[in-house]
Nanobody, 124 residues
């Protein structure tokens, strides 16, 4: 089991930036690929970004590619999501998730541990 706690959300104007953090504890962090998902009111949870356990592989949803960057610092047991050029449609609760294996995954069912989420609101 991995415990995940997100932070860094907030209110930002369109075009602005935020950096989300996800602090992990529990099983060996470096062995777990991590992902960011988001869920807006009335919508299904959607994939945002994923990173392998080593940090060597990443994958992004097309909607955020070129604007968001996922990274991790295994020494700090933390994964980050740098969000630039934010748009109102990025408004959602952003949720950190952990796999049981080290390779990236884009589907919700591939993740077994989930944080509580942090709210990101982008105003127009």
């Amino acid at each position: 089991q991995v415990q995940l706690v997100e932070s860094g959300g907030g209110l930002v104007q369109a075009g602005g930036s935020l950096r989300l953090s996800c602090a992990a504890s529990g099983r060996t962090f470096s062995s777990s690929a991590m992902g960011w998902f988001r869920q807006a009111p009335g919508k299904e949870r959607e994939f945002v970004a994923t990173i392998s356990g080593s940090g060597g592989s990443t994958w992004y949803a097309e909607s955020v590619k070129g604007r968001f960057t996922i990274s991790r610092d295994n020494a700090k047991n933390t994964v980050y999501l740098q969000m630039n050029s934010l748009k109102p449609e990025d408004t959602a609760v952003y949720i950190c998730a952990a796999r049981t294996v080290g390779f990236i995954g884009v589907m919700s069912y591939e993740y077994v541990d989930w944080g509580q989420g942090t709210q990101v609101t982008v105003s127009s």
